[in-house]
């Protein structure tokens, strides 16, 4: 009796151990594909953080543009563009975006592993002028600072007034104008910023030169032939004060060639007889 007991101890030990040794093999398949999913993140690591920047091109979002397009800067950035993201150079792309005349200020920024977002303030102009290049004369937009750049399919709706008379030849885009027209091209932009659009009303602001640097201004309305000569304090009570000035002359002459609004008092001159102002007291 005890021998069939023993016996069926050892059975069932048997059957016991036999159950446990069942799932060894799963446990181990398990290991394997956990070391597998393992190596495979590993490499896709060392891929994103290695392989990337060190042997892709770098992808450049451009950000800001409207007078520009991404292919125009594309060939302006042509020769660092085609780097990866480690020798990528911002500030090499940052000096070659500011040489373009119309771009007033760029931000870069690399970005890992393989993106440089490349973020544009364009120049708004606030008025015209004719320049000369490579020999012909060509139209030139100024901005708030006096910089002049080409004209451009984003500002060719906006009412710009023209500039003449200014003595300089040859004016290279991406050039200042002289100090002396600063404060012009100031006063123009202050204008510009109001709710009443004065210059749709000005065909051309034309500048006379003084000794000593100073200059005048004489304003050519844009349905009139009546030049108004003014000063060089150009603002909205100066041009306010010429409309005026325009109406009342027409009701006294009808056909009048200039208006003289300088020095404090208002002449102008009739056609006819254009050598004899006529003072308006």
């Not at 036999?18 to 495979?40: D, F, N």
Request: proline share 5%.
């Amino acid at each position: 009796m005890s021998d069939l007991i023993f016996r069926g101890f050892e059975e069932f030990e048997a059957v016991s151990s036999r159950r446990q040794e069942k799932p060894a093999p799963k446990s181990r398949a398990i290991k394997i594909i956990l070391l597998v999913l393992c190596l495979l993140l590993l490499s896709e690591a060392v891929i994103y953080l290695f392989v990337v920047p060190c042997m892709n091109s770098v992808r450049i979002v451009w950000r800001g543009l409207n007078g520009y397009t991404e292919k125009d800067m594309a060939g302006v950035i042509a020769s660092v563009s085609q780097k990866n993201w480690i020798n990528f150079s911002a500030n090499d792309t940052r000096s070659l975006v500011s040489s373009v005349a119309g771009v007033e200020e760029v931000q870069v920024v690399k970005r890992f592993p393989d993106r440089v977002f490349i973020t544009v303030k364009e120049r708004v102009p606030v008025a015209m002028m004719f320049a000369v290049q490579g020999g012909r004369t060509v139209l030139v937009q100024v901005d708030k600072n006096g910089v002049l750049f080409p004209p451009s399919s984003a500002t060719a709706h906006l009412s710009l007034p023209l500039i003449s008379g200014i003595p300089i030849e040859h004016i290279p885009e991406g050039m200042r104008l002289p100090a002396r027209f600063h404060a012009l091209i100031g006063q123009i932009s202050d204008i510009r910023s109001l709710s009443q659009n004065y210059f749709a009303g000005i065909s051309e602001i034309h500048v006379v030169p003084k000794e000593y640097g100073n200059y005048e201004l004489v304003l050519y309305p844009l349905h009139s032939r009546t030049r108004v000569l003014v000063d060089r304090q150009l603002n909205e009570d100066a041009l306010q004060y010429m409309m005026v000035m325009l109406d009342v002359v027409n009701t006294l002459e009808k056909d009048v060639s200039a208006i003289d609004l300088r020095y404090g008092s208002v002449v102008y001159y009739p056609r006819q007889n254009s050598d004899e102002g006529v003072r308006l007291d």
